[in-house]
């Protein structure tokens, strides 16, 4: 197939970019590089040991989307769009403008090209206020934040285009934590500033950048009392959108499809796994909840092995010595060995 990437330069869309071209897929991607570095597209050229396309080009650029589309693409994989939970708080028009319009002109170029196959990044974030885990995919949709919101409109953007017209094919994949890297330490995670997320701040005070995690909530009704979550490894959500891309053609309108490994870890055990992988003591202490938090959540990963035969096979020590690795080779991220340092 011709895949259209978008966000490609990004954490999961680097990942998903390589599997498809280890898979023989022709590969054309596209990043503002808003979030990223162009070396992740070097280093994913490098691993692969193939050529794929890539052009720096804003969602919000109707006139290239057009222009990129007329190039007859099997099908588009959108991972591209703001995804930091208190930014959008701060800054929501920033992220309805860059997400929801960039989606919109996204699939507006998409039909007017004849391009009606589509992955979509979608989040854990669509069932906001969570009781009792796993979650499947029929649970209420709620958002407790702007960035929630914009997932949650872009889902429905596409629900109503695919009951528009007969044709189009959507997968809207609800991932759940994504940590860990390729297992080549070449290409990874790699936020700017400090870290939102837990695995990245774990790893970052594994090396040395930080001194302590913060574990937000010792006082959760959880086994340890810190928030448990569904950390999937990152290479087996990118061999999903390989999967989902290989059995599109059995979609029929939109579907959502949970992407979790259907298991929950504590904050402690996750951070005692990163010790374990990385050989360093962590040193962490217990600072108060963060707003908004869920105390559980993991997902109910059935429709995910019925619609795309694709279930996750890396553990939690994998997820943590693959990060690790990343992280200890490449302890500035991909800009770290050049003098202009973000
Ligand atoms: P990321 O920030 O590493 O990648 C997103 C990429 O999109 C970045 O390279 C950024 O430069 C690019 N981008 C942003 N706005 C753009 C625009 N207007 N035009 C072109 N490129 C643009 O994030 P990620 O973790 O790889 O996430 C990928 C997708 O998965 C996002 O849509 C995110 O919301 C979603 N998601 C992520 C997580 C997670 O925890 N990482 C969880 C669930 C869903
Ligand atoms: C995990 C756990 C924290 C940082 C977020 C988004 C969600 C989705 C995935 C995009 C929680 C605790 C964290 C730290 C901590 N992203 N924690 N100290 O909040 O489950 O999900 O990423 O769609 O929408 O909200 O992930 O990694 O931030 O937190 O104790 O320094 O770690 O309280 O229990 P979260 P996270």
């Known amino acids: 197939m011709k895949v259209l990437v978008t966000g490609a330069a990004g954490y999961i869309g680097s990942h998903a970019a390589l599997e498809l071209l280890e898979a ?94 589509l992955v979509f990044s979608s989040s854990c974030t669509v069932y ?9 995919e029929n649970h209420p949709r709620s958002a407790a934040n702007p960035y ?6 872009i889902e429905d953007m596409c629900f109503d285009l695919a009951r528009s017209e007969p044709g ?23 936020p700017r500033g400090v870290p939102n997320n837990l695995m990245p701040f774990i790893m970052q005070t594994a090396v040395g950048i930080r001194d302590k995690v913060r574990v937000f909530g010792g006082d959760y009704a959880t086994p340890d009392g810190t928030g448990v979550r569904d950390f999937v490894h990152v290479v087996d959500l990118a061999r999903a959108h390989l999967a989902a891309l290989e059995r599109i053609e059995d979609f029929s309108g939109a579907v959502a499809v949970n992407l979790g490994t259907g298991r929950g870890f504590s904050v402690l055990e996750l951070i005692e796994a990163a010790s374990r992988a990385s050989g360093r003591r962590i040193p962490f202490e217990f600072a108060p909840r963060r707003p908004g938090d869920a105390a559980a959540i993991w997902a109910d990963a059935t429709l995910a092995r019925e619609k795309l035969g694709w279930s996750a096979a890396l ?28």
Request: charged content about 30%.
């Open 24 to 117: 023989g897929h022709e590969v054309v991607g596209f990043d503002n590089l808003s979030n990223s570095s162009e070396r992740a597209i070097a280093r994913i050229r490098e691993v692969a040991g193939r050529a794929m396309r890539f052009e720096r080009l804003d969602l919000l650029d109707m006139d290239g989307l057009t222009r990129l589309l007329a190039e007859d693409f099997d099908a588009v994989v959108h991972f591209a769009g703001l995804k930091a939970v208190a930014e959008s708080v701060e800054k929501p028009l920033e992220y309805w403008r860059n997400n929801v319009s960039g989606s919109a002109n996204l699939l507006a170029a998409m039909k007017a090209a004849g391009c009606r196959r």
């Open 148 to 153: 929630g919101n914009t997932k949650l409109v």
């Open 128 to 136: 906001g206020e969570v009781g009792k885990s796993p979650i499947d």
């Open 315 to 342: 553990d939690l020590d994998r997820m943590c010595a693959d990060h690790w690795r990343w992280q200890r080779s490449n302890p500035a991220g991909y800009e770290g060995d050049s003098a202009a340092k973000r």
């Open 168 to 190: 189009w094919k959507i997968v809207l994949l609800r991932y759940f934590n994504p940590v860990g890297a390729h297992e080549s330490g070449r290409i990874g995670e790699d």
